[in-house]
């Protein structure tokens, strides 16, 4: 549906007009007011963000306590976890995961030592140490049954 709100002159009768045709795209929509982040400024247009770092710490915290809870925190190699949970974020090559890591601002292992871990994993077998965890974790939280 398109709707004609009126017809601005100048700056502020275009900002008056952009704030009327939000309310009626969004009735009732209010407004989180966030301390320390200002709102729309006068002119009706939104106050420039300041963008100090990227991170998606909360992301990373989130897959990495649901990685710990599964109990695959029993392997113990940081390197082979942040190839695990990068690789859940964007499903990517090995070598791309570094990218993944990076653009969630996370810090992370070199590409070698993300090889290494993989070494690791089929020396140590990994593979079991998971499964374990897996059943234990159904064990406790879930029906093993079939």
């Known amino acids: 549906m398109l709707e004609h709100v009126g017809t601005a002159h100048d700056d502020a009768e275009l900002a008056a007009l952009m704030v009327l045709a939000r309310k009626k795209l969004y009735p009732g929509q209010g407004e989180l007011a966030l301390e320390g982040i200002s ?62 890591l990076d653009d969630l601002g996370i810090p992370h292992a070199s590409l070698r030592t993300m090889f290494r871990s993989l070494c690791r994993a089929a020396d140590r077998d990994y593979r079991a140490t998971i499964a374990s965890a897996c059943f234990a974790h159904a064990v406790v939280a879930g029906d093993v049954s079939l």
């Open 39 to 100: 709102g729309p400024v006068a002119e009706g247009r939104a106050a420039a963000a300041v963008i100090t770092s990227k991170s998606n710490v909360v992301l990373w915290q989130v897959l990495r306590t649901g990685y710990d809870r599964l109990g695959f925190d029993a392997i113990d190699d940081e390197a082979f976890a942040q190839l695990v949970l990068a690789r859940i974020v964007e499903p990517t090559s090995k070598a791309d995961s570094l990218r993944v």
